[in-house]
């Protein structure tokens, strides 16, 4: 059966569901019009002929059901396509001229039905499948089917089929199947949190999917491994930064006109700057060959200019004049434009004529860099006016006065006076330094907690504030990043190179013995050379001074050094040998050690603290241990008697013990105050830093000792207890100081260089004198101490978000056209 072109695949099945009623009724429709429309109503059509026509109409309708589930079966719709041979078989006349297109028809049904019911197992509708098995199997249509046999018995079979199974767990599956694929692929692109979400989502469908917990252990894996590298990365930098730290700051060279050089300028500043010393060159360059007013208005003055001006200019362009109108007493603006001069000037350039004008009319006049501004200098009346505004709360900066501070920045630190000193400037001193003058009567007062800045001033001062208002308005907030380093390097190199000789007696003959030092006469008993002790009995360097006894340390450290209760073992120790020969069956016996030492020690110190503060407000960094040392000692207590049974060297005895402690902050403290002019190129900065260090203890005590026992007076005393009385020793470095820092720039703030250089030259009288071999009796030692330390400064400037200030002066010069 054809249909038109215009019923395409898409619209078959509603036009066929359109058409259906039309096909069934169509036979009734035309055995009506056959007797309405015959000659003879009472003549009626042949009904057998009616029969005929309208089972040829039925076979049609199901010709067409069949094509459309042949459509279907295409396009794999076997729900769809089994309802239409269905149908097909249902409209199907029972004759004997249709029974093999009824046979085909129901053959078509049976495999669209039993791949039906097949797609409904996989989707776990087992009733649904049975059902449709069961039609087909049926008596009227294909009992004998294999394959629905086959697939009904499968289904009748509890271990072939899962039937715990359901659509919702089918559904489920399916979504569970789609989460992990979306899993995976976002776990390949890296994105670790969303492939995590949806393995989450996985679990929450399946809590027990193995797969997915999986997923999140590679997920944490990849994520801890990340954080690894991560870590190892910000190590590095730190690290780095540490090492870069030592390099020493380039501090930058000022130019002859005060700005640093090499320092660039923002296109607006480097326009602004080019603008105003063209406008000077001009005014100096033009000549006016007469100038002639009589009792004429600075208004009328100012308009021949700058119409004189574009005639003298070769571009036509000229010069443009402003003039600032002043306000008086009561607060009215005074009309600057109409005071009267009177000039007769000849080949004179523009510029003597603003001059003459502004002196002439009582004017100031001040070069911009598209024109001249003249503008009221003094105003007629010195009455005092008061005004309010409202002002930024940090209006009113601080800056370092040699006022005394009112309290200490570091508290009960017990450091002296060392506090920084900064002073909070009041209202009025602020407004002085800003270039407002007080006079008599004239007073100033800031309310912080309504950020009001009430002053009572002339009209012409009230002007000058009123240009500071606007300018802090119009002032985004600063902030300054400060970071002091402070450097230190020591160096110690100790060289040595000495002998010891141990002489052993000999026999001259006659009575007469020769022997080293004053030892007996006897065997020599030798030493080992490696150690660092006496050399024998017999001595004949003893006078020589090694190690210990040679180079000794600063009187505060060796107090350190024996007072400490980590004190490193015996003082007095001499060099260890390098070298030694022995003569044991010669006539004297002799040993000679060679004692040699090269040591070189150093100690760097970098301590860079570092802080992020408003312009005007005072920042404190501290990074300090707490260390308690006592300060009191309770005396040592001693029994009065020991009874007789008693040993005397074990008798009871309390050593002296600490009652009272303090605590001393050990670390770094910094504070500073900085101070951000308004182009934010400059810092006026205050810096106090403080750096302390715990060295050691200093002994103080006494050892407690038994007296000698038994009566012998050369008897050793005991000693019962070292009765240790401790008090610590702080190294503190400090500085103080206020300067003025260019933002971006480093400046060295104090220093101190160091060098110490101890000799030692010994020698045995008479043999140390003899060349050559008099160099085996002598000693040559010298320790050389050299200590350098530099603190640094740099300032930058940030804007809110913290980005340096400079950077938009840089980004401006890339951005901007020809440059």
């Not at 309290?407 to 330094?433: H, Q």
């Not at 504030?465 to 600063?478: A, C, I, K």
């Not at 004949?540 to 209760?565: C, K, N």
């Not at 503190?732 to 104090?750: A, C, H, N, P």
């Amino acid at each position: 059966m054809r249909f038109p072109a215009w019923i395409s695949d898409s619209n078959w099945t509603s036009v066929r569901r359109a058409v259906r009623p039309v096909m069934r009724v169509a036979p009734a429709v035309a055995c009506a019009a056959l007797v309405a429309g015959s000659p003879h109503a009472a003549i009626a059509q042949d009904a057998a002929s009616v029969e005929v026509d309208q089972r040829a109409l039925r076979t049609a309708e199901a010709r067409a059901f069949a094509e459309e589930g042949d459509y279907l079966m295409k396009q794999g719709d076997y729900a769809e396509a089994s309802t239409r041979y269905r149908e097909a078989v249902e409209f199907l006349p029972t004759a004997p001229i249709t029974a093999d297109l009824r046979k085909a028809m129901v053959s078509r049904y049976a495999r669209a039905a039993t791949l039906h019911a097949k797609q409904l197992t996989k989707e776990a509708r087992y009733a649904e499948a049975k059902a449709l098995l069961e039609s087909v199997l049926s008596d009227g249509m294909a009992p004998n089917y294999g394959p629905a046999k086959s697939l009904q018995e499968k289904l009748s079979d509890g271990d072939a089929v899962n039937l715990a199974d359901s659509p919702e767990r089918q559904d489920k599956a399916a979504s569970v199947l789609t989460l992990l694929k979306e899993a995976e692929f976002l776990e390949l692109a890296d994105d670790y949190d969303a492939a995590k979400g949806r393995y989450e989502d996985v679990l929450r469908l399946d809590k027990y999917n193995k797969a997915a917990q999986a997923g999140i252990e590679r997920v944490e894996r990849e994520k801890m491994n990340y954080a690894a590298v991560a870590r190892t990365r910000t190590r590095a930098e730190l690290v780095s930064e540490v090492d870069a730290g030592w390099e020493t700051p380039k501090v930058e060279i000022l130019a002859r006109d005060g700005e640093i050089s090499g320092r660039s300028f923002t296109p607006e500043e480097a326009a602004g700057r080019d603008a105003i010393l063209k406008a000077r060159r001009n005014l100096g360059k033009m000549v006016v060959d007469r100038v002639s007013f009589d009792e004429a208005t600075v208004s009328d003055v100012l308009r021949f200019l700058t119409s004189k001006t574009r005639s003298l200019d070769p571009k036509g362009e000229g010069i443009n004049f402003v003039l600032k109108d002043a306000m008086d007493a009561e607060g009215n603006m005074s009309n600057a434009g109409e005071k009267m001069i009177s000039l007769d000037l000849r080949n004179v350039p523009v510029m003597e004529v603003v001059r003459y004008t502004a002196r002439l009319a009582g004017l100031n006049y001040r070069i911009e860099p598209y024109a001249v501004v003249l503008s009221a200098s003094d105003l007629d009346s010195d009455l005092l006016v008061v005004r309010s505004y409202r002002v930024r709360p940090d209006f009113i900066s601080s800056a370092p006065t040699n006022a005394p501070a009112d309290d200490d920045p570091f508290g009960n630190t017990n450091m002296g006076n060392t506090s920084v000193v900064v002073k909070r400037l009041s209202a009025k001193e602020f407004l002085e330094r800003s270039g407002i003058p007080f006079d008599e009567g004239s007073t100033a007062r800031f309310d912080a907690a309504t950020s009001t800045l009430t002053m009572r001033n002339t009209a012409a001062a009230h002007q000058r504030l009123e240009t500071l208002v606007e300018m802090s308005r119009t002032d985004v907030g600063r902030l300054v990043e400060i970071r002091v380093k402070m450097v230190e390097v020591n160096q110690t190199n100790l060289t040595e190179l000495g002998f010891d000789w141990l002489l052993g007696g000999s026999d001259l003959g006659n009575g007469v013995v020769v022997t080293g030092g004053t030892g007996d006469i006897g065997e020599v008993p030798l030493t080992d050379p490696t150690t660092g002790g006496q050399l024998g009995e017999n001595p004949v360097t003893a006078s020589l001074r090694s190690g210990d006894t040679a180079i000794t340390e600063a009187s505060i450290s060796s107090l350190v050094a024996t007072g400490s209760p980590a004190s490193l073992g015996a003082q007095g120790d001499r060099a260890p040998g390098v070298f030694g020969v022995s003569g044991v069956l010669t006539q004297p016996q002799f040993q000679m050690v060679m004692r040699g030492l090269n040591q070189k020690k150093g100690v760097d110190m970098l301590n860079a603290p570092h802080v992020v503060t408003r312009s005007g407000q005072v920042a404190r960094v501290e990074v300090m241990r707490e260390f308690i040392y006592p300060t009191e000692y309770d005396p040592p207590e001693l029994p009065n008697a020991v009874r007789g049974d008693r040993d005397l060297g074990s008798f009871p005895v309390t050593p002296a013990t600490p009652t009272a402690f303090d605590m001393k902050p050990l670390g770094t403290i910094m504070e500073v105050d900085p101070v951000v002019n308004k182009e934010g190129t400059l810092v006026e900065l205050n810096v106090d830093l403080v750096m302390r260090e715990f060295i050691g203890f200093v002994n103080y005590g006494s050892p407690i000792t038994t007296p000698p026992i038994g009566g012998d007076l050369f008897a050793a005393p005991q000693v019962i207890t070292e009765n240790r009385i401790l008090q610590p020793v702080f190294e503190t470095r400090t500085e103080k100081t206020s300067v003025s820092v260019y933002d971006g720039q480093s400046l060295v703030i104090g220093g101190l260089l160091n060098s110490q250089v101890e000799t030692v030259n010994d020698s045995v009288p008479f043999f140390g004198d003899i060349p050559v071999f008099g160099r085996f009796f002598k000693t040559r030692a010298e320790k050389t101490t050299k200590q350098a330390l530099l603190i640094f400064v740099e300032v930058n400037v940030l804007d809110p978000s913290g980005r340096p200030l400079r950077d938009y002066a840089a980004d401006s010069a890339v951005g901007a056209p020809g440059v």
